[in-house]
């Protein structure tokens, strides 16, 4: 049954959505979006299962580059404001609000 | 696509396996939101992204099951570790990690949790695939990405470069070593943005006139 | 498997302005790494204008030779009129922000130095610079050519993350006020990332539903699937929130006045043009081949998007004290507008061709008017850098005729005033609603611009009609400044007297509509 796949996907996606929400730590904030991203491939893998065909397999290995790429770009940043502002707290990033 | 649906009960081996996955995924997803030990939610990370690893390698998907082992667990994971250290994070707990709102959160995760679900279980409640081996080896993964797929594959490498180069742009600290003795007392200037009960002398920059590209260069540049 | 594989078929032809782009881009990084550091400004410079210029004769060349109508490289771009007429806004745009971006003392010195520290001040009196921001830029623009050309949606996908990839990065990359300029680049990072994660299971679900991720097959299974229409509604709305985010619709807007505030401003200008341009191409490209069969139950909800992003956009930039988050609000409520010309598809070819030619040419009207603004904004500097506090803009008519007269022209061009490239813009998106049946739309729309053209023209008078501090700011045109703001009243002042060549252009363009 693949139903159930589809089913654990949508709720990691969700507890991840929610991390990202509620998470102050720009870090864990990223983790949080990793975790989406996981349940994103979770399902391609299972339509890819499902529909027959290869290509949710290939977008779920895209996909994981491109998380690599990300977590590069944001981890320097992150970590380049932290040398700025000595924490990696998201509330502090305070200055820009109208 | 679809055969006819084998009863629920007894389960096969492969649904017991797929639901311990999907007990441990599911519970240390968790456990990365709610943790209140940032090192600790890295680790609950390994735990929850290797049982998807277990996961897709019940669904046949080997290539992306070990691709995940490789770049989730042994990659990406590390990197936000080194991001944890070099961000000097606490290791332990540290209060106020979270917003305060965990009860809304809560309530607004679980309504979304079931729309969530219900759609998916009205869409494929009838769907049953009968899983056999084969069909995500490398070879024919391989095959396809290199035929249908090879266009977006090279704007990924493209992704790839652009991402390096960035990473380089904002932690390399050496622009020019040029009187690398002149600035001993460098870091402790008065200047840096006030977070004044922070004891510690800064990582990186001090040491970065003279032992040039250490640090967070070099970590940012092994995840790319 | 033998182990040989049928070699794909890539037009490389056709995809010629993006190789372009791209392997200027790597040739960029080779450059930085071999050259040395003196000589790498001299390489960069006239090497990333002549990629953007020979992308865009190769462009309009193309564009001469003939338009193909079937998908490219595997079916994963597809390059038609639409997509040629966006590819050659993007690259003019693209040309004249890097003679804005190569003007000094936009970026930072050394990107890894604390702000205020020695080391800082080491690498300004060493006057060491980023070369590698023009490679990045490319990198930047290639992706804005890729995204609204992606003819599959895992192919848009990557092209958006290679567009997002290095602006994130170049966000933070401010000269002055470095704070809130990294403050900007984590902001738009996580949202950003944040973002594509909902594209991406938007885009899961609608793979789910049809069983690809390719335009046309999804839209072909919009017919022949059946009984799971939730799934795809959901899939429908996720990936509208990813792309909705890009464009900075409300309610997906919080980042776009922070980021745009916090960038280097020629970065801003080049966020602002191409990056919207890209992104409308590639939300017009998913909701009329990928879902124009569905097109009666988005439209309510893309009503609805138009017409908060309007109103929202008006209604915040009149509180505003800055001038960059006042022209960020105003690029708000102008993704609004423009989103009045995605609800404007009709049931017919004609109908359909008209509003997408006026969105084009709503698209290179904006995008010209837009960059030239920032560029004024570069302009007016302060001590401590560029003067965004309005208060600071007093008086400027006083001080700086010029300056201050051709910010105004670009203001009224925003706020529609006749005569100007907006007017035309606002009126073509308009009437192309009205044809179909989006009225109530249209009066939202003019009665946002009325309110919008209140804090244009607040700044005007601020400008002409009130007296000039003592210490006021100073006015300081570099050579690629100057530039740039000729280019951009030439286009304005052109565009809002003789649109016609290009209201032609963008007709002919749009007349064979997207691929399918």
């Known amino acids: ?98 | 696509m679809t055969s006819q649906v084998p009863d629920l009960w007894p389960p096969s081996a492969q649904e017991v396996v797929f639901l311990l996955l999907g007990v441990v995924a599911l519970g240390s997803a968790l456990l990365v939101v709610t943790t209140r030990q940032l090192v600790h939610a890295a680790l609950w990370l390994v735990v929850c992204f290797g049982a998807l690893a277990g996961g897709y390698l019940v669904l046949t998907a080997e290539f992306v099951a070990w691709v995940q082992v490789l770049i989730y667990v042994g990659a990406i994971v590390v990197l936000l570790l080194f991001g944890i250290m070099l961000t000097r994070a606490p290791i332990g707990r540290s209060a106020g990690l979270d917003s305060g709102n965990r009860v809304t959160a809560a309530t607004v995760a679980v309504g979304t949790a079931a729309v969530l679900v219900t759609v998916v279980v009205q869409g494929f409640a009838t769907a049953y695939t009968p899983l056999e081996p084969g069909g995500g080896a490398a070879a024919t993964l391989g095959a396809s990405i290199f035929r249908s797929w090879v266009l977006p594959f090279e704007a990924l490498s493209v992704l790839l470069l652009a991402a390096l180069i960035g990473a380089i742009v904002l932690s390399r600290t050496d622009i020019r070593p040029a009187n690398p003795a002149a600035d001993a007392g460098g870091p402790a200037a008065p200047t840096t943005p006030p977070h004044p009960p922070d004891p510690a002398p800064p990582p990186a920059d001090g040491s970065g006139a003279t032992a040039g590209e250490t640090g967070s260069g070099r970590v940012s540049r092994d995840g790319g | 498997m033998n182990g040989t594989i049928p070699a794909p078929t890539i037009e490389y032809a056709l995809l010629a302005p993006m190789l372009v782009v791209f392997g200027a881009a790597i040739i960029g990084v080779l450059v930085e790494a071999f050259a040395p550091r003196y000589l790498r400004s001299a390489i960069h410079k006239p090497l990333t204008l002549l990629t953007l210029a020979g992308a865009f004769v190769i462009t309009i060349w193309q564009a001469r030779t003939g338009i193909p109508t079937t998908p490219s490289a595997m079916g994963a771009v597809a390059v038609d009129g639409p997509a040629l007429f966006i590819w050659g806004t993007i690259l003019v745009l693209a040309f004249v922000s890097v003679l804005l971006i190569n003007d000094e003392g936009h970026f930072v010195a050394s990107a890894a130095a604390v702000p205020g520290s020695a080391e800082e001040e080491r690498a300004l009196t060493e006057g060491a610079t980023h070369t590698e921001v023009y490679p990045l830029v490319l990198f930047a623009v290639g992706g804005m050519l890729l995204f609204p050309a992606a003819n599959d949606l895992l192919a848009m996908f990557v092209a958006l993350e290679v567009m997002s990839l290095p602006l994130y990065l170049l966000c933070g990359l401010a000269r002055r006020r470095r704070l809130l300029s990294q403050e900007a680049a984590v902001k738009y990072f996580l949202l950003g990332a944040f973002s594509s994660a909902f594209f991406l299971y938007g885009t899961a679900l609608l793979y789910g539903y049809a069983g690809s991720v390719d335009l046309a097959k999804i839209n072909t299974a919009l017919g022949s699937v059946g009984g799971q229409d939730t799934l795809l509604y959901i899939g429908v709305a996720m990936l509208g929130v990813g792309l909705l985010f890009k464009i900075g619709a409300a309610p997906f807007q919080a980042w776009k006045p922070d980021v745009y505030q916090g960038s280097p401003t020629p970065i801003t200008a080049l966020m602002a043009s191409g990056t919207l341009v890209a992104a409308f191409g590639a939300l017009l490209r998913v909701f009329w081949v990928a879902l124009g069969g569905l097109e009666w139950s988005w439209t309510p909800i893309m009503w609805g998007v138009a017409i908060l992003t309007m109103v929202v956009g008006a209604i915040l930039a009149i509180t505003q004290t800055d001038i960059k988050r006042m022209l960020a609000y105003s690029s708000i409520a102008h993704g609004g507008f423009l989103l009045i010309g995605v609800v404007a598809l009709g049931n017919n070819q004609q109908q359909n061709a008209s509003a997408l030619s006026a969105l084009l040419f709503y698209l290179v009207a904006y995008g010209f008017t837009t960059v030239g603004a920032f560029a004024v904004v570069t302009t007016v500097r302060d001590a401590g850098g560029e003067a965004w506090h309005l208060s600071r803009w007093a008086g400027l008519g006083k001080r700086r005729p010029l300056v201050a007269v051709v910010f105004s022209l670009f203001l009224l061009a925003f706020a529609g005033i006749p005569l100007t490239s907006g007017f035309f813009g606002k009126y073509a998106v308009f009437q192309a609603a009205v044809a179909a049946g989006a009225t109530p739309l249209v009066v939202v729309g003019v009665v946002s611009s009325a309110i919008a053209a209140f804090f244009y023209v607040r700044v005007i008078v601020l400008m002409f009609f009130s007296d000039p501090a003592a210490d006021g700011p100073s006015v300081v045109i570099p050579g690629g400044t100057w530039a740039v703001g000729a280019v951009a009243v030439l286009a304005t002042v052109v565009l809002g007297v003789f649109p016609q060549p290009v209201l032609d252009l963008a007709h002919t363009a749009a007349q064979s509509l997207f691929v399918r």
């Open chain 1, 1 to 98: 049954m693949t139903t159930h796949y589809l089913v654990l996907s949508a709720l990691l996606f969700v507890i991840g959505g929610v991390g990202v929400l509620v998470r102050r730590n720009a870090i864990v904030v990223f983790m949080c979006v990793e975790l989406m991203l996981n349940a994103c491939n979770l399902a391609f893998v299972t339509f890819a299962r499902q529909n027959g065909n290869l290509d949710g397999q290939v977008i779920a290995f895209f996909v994981m580059i491109v998380a690599a790429a990300e977590v590069v770009i944001g981890l320097a940043i992150i970590v380049t404001i932290f040398r700025t502002r000595r924490s990696a707290s998201v509330d502090d990033v305070n200055l820009l609000k109208y």
